[in-house]
């Protein structure tokens, strides 16, 4: 190697401690519009962004039902999540359900996943989901912990099919799957796994989230 060479070598070698290598984080996410009868009257967002091998989840929801002026029914839930290689770490939420206030939050311990919430406080064992549903991998998991109350809901879900979830540029092939038990409902995701919507009746009919934007794959993003 002659010197010209040695002295590129050695600068590189020094820059390169001099700084250190950066991760940058990755992103993705998904946003909804909740449809009731025929009318708009919330959504839902969230964002995910990976750094590391910790993902965080922020999930937003917002539902407004008014009858003749009056505001016959209003759900606000802001619920932060830290995952990691598929394991939840950490949870905390707070729902205003009306004028009364929910919450659930919660870490990992060496006992199993320690909730303190409005409806439930103890440990919940093994690897539980939780009701954001962003990813497919949770219709696997029998436990999941309610984001608005610490409730661990025990479900069943069952593969349906081929079905077509709803969205602002119009039907998206999905695969249906229905979530029975503690919680009612059913969930659409692609064959990629991105969530495409979901379903359940309130009020005597059927609620829907239409999906509104998506960018990345949540699913991917979190799983890998």
Known sequence: ?????????????????????????????????????????????????KSGNKVTANIDVEISVKILSFD???YKLKNKETWES?????????????????????????????VEGSKFSGIVKGNPATTSYFSPDFLKRKTWISTQDGDPLEVSTTKVGADMAKSLKGDVPAILWK??????????????????????????????????????????????
């Open 179 to 224: 979530v029975t038990g503690d919680l009612e409902l059913e969930l659409l995701y692609s064959e990629e796994g991105k969530w495409l919507g979901s379903r359940f009746y309130a009020g005597g009919s059927q609620a829907e989230f239409v999906l509104n934007k998506s960018n990345g794959n949540m699913h991917s993003l979190w799983k890998t």
């Open 72 to 74: 016959a029914f209003s």
């Open 86 to 114: 598929g394991t939840l770490i950490k949870l905390a939420s707070e729902t205003l359900v009306g004028k009364k206030k929910e919450f659930a939050k919660g870490s990992r311990t060496s006992k199993g996943f320690k």
């Open 1 to 49: 190697m002659n010197r010209r060479k040695l002295l590129i070598g050695t600068s590189a070698t020094v820059f390169a401690g001099m700084y250190p290598s950066i991760s940058l984080a990755q992103k993705a996410s998904t946003s909804f519009s909740l449809v009731w009868r025929g009318l708009e009257v919330g959504y839902s967002k969230i964002n995910l962004t």
